[in-house]
């Protein structure tokens, strides 16, 4: 079966400092991929998608960036972080016939 | 790609009665998802239905999708405290393409009193 990970779980950074975020997959391969944010007590916004190695689609321009190295890797970057950046992370991958999504665990940023 | 909007944004009842979720849509979907999330954890996909279905049951979940007025519920029977949760509807339009992206909104945040 497939599952997905992601880490950290909890993150503490302090303005300035840089990021990165892992997510992997298991069991699927060449998954569509997602990362969303979510702000405190707010829906989620979808920040980038890839449909495959290499390829990245951002939906909203940011203080971030992602990358896929591998087929089941997704990072998500920051070289310098701002207090506006913290939230929950999650990570997605995609079902491919009818598009539904299954997210990991999240991580939780704290830009102090 | 578009997101539904939840209808109401918070909802508490007790324990037994039954919780409805409301969604509304702007474009053509290809079908429509509903999404649960425990306080600080992932979502988890509950149901799908597709543009050409009216109505799906899944336990104690049942969906309704009215494409006509763009929108769709989600009823949840017999209520437990283990349903307080945020409930998220996520279209899927037409056009979304190869990435499949969903959008979602603010959901319901349901409180389900012991």
């Known amino acids: 079966s497939q599952t997905i990970h992601q880490w950290p779980a909890t993150l503490v950074q302090p303005v300035g400092s840089p990021l990165s975020l892992e997510c992997t997959v298991e069991?699927?391969?060449?998954?569509?991929l997602y990362w969303y944010r979510q702000a405190a007590g707010r829906g989620l916004q979808l920040l980038f998608y890839?449909?495959?190695?290499?390829?990245i689609s951002s939906e909203v321009p940011q203080n971030l960036s992602a990358s896929r190295p591998q087929d089941r890797q997704f990072i998500l970057s920051s070289k310098k972080l701002l207090l506006s950046d913290s939230g929950f992370y999650l990570c997605?991958?995609?079902?491919?016939?009818?598009?539904?999504?299954?997210f990991g665990e999240g991580s939780r940023l704290t830009v102090l | 790609s578009q997101q539904g909007e939840e209808d109401p944004q918070a909802l508490s009842i007790q324990e037994g009665e039954n919780a409805t979720m409301n969604c509304s849509y702007k474009?053509?979907?290809?079908?429509l998802q509903w999404y649960r999330q425990n306080s600080g954890r992932g979502l988890v996909h509950l149901i799908l239905?597709?543009?050409?279905?009216r109505e799906k049951h899944s336990g104690r979940l049942r969906v309704t999708l009215d494409t006509s007025k763009k929108s769709s519920s989600l009823l949840i029977t017999a209520s437990r405290a283990a349903d307080t949760a945020s409930y998220f509807c996520?279209?899927?339009?037409?056009?979304?393409?190869?990435?499949?992206?969903?959008?979602f909104g603010s959901g319901t945040q349901l409180t389900v009193l012991p």
């Open positions: 474009t053509s979907i290809n079908n």
């Open positions: 997605a991958w995609g079902g491919l016939n009818t598009g539904e999504l299954f």
């Open positions: 996520a279209p899927r339009p037409i056009s979304s393409g190869s990435a499949r992206q969903l959008t």
């Open positions: 239905i597709r543009s050409n279905e």
């Open positions: 069991g699927t391969s060449n998954p569509n």
């Open positions: 890839s449909v495959g190695i290499g390829q």
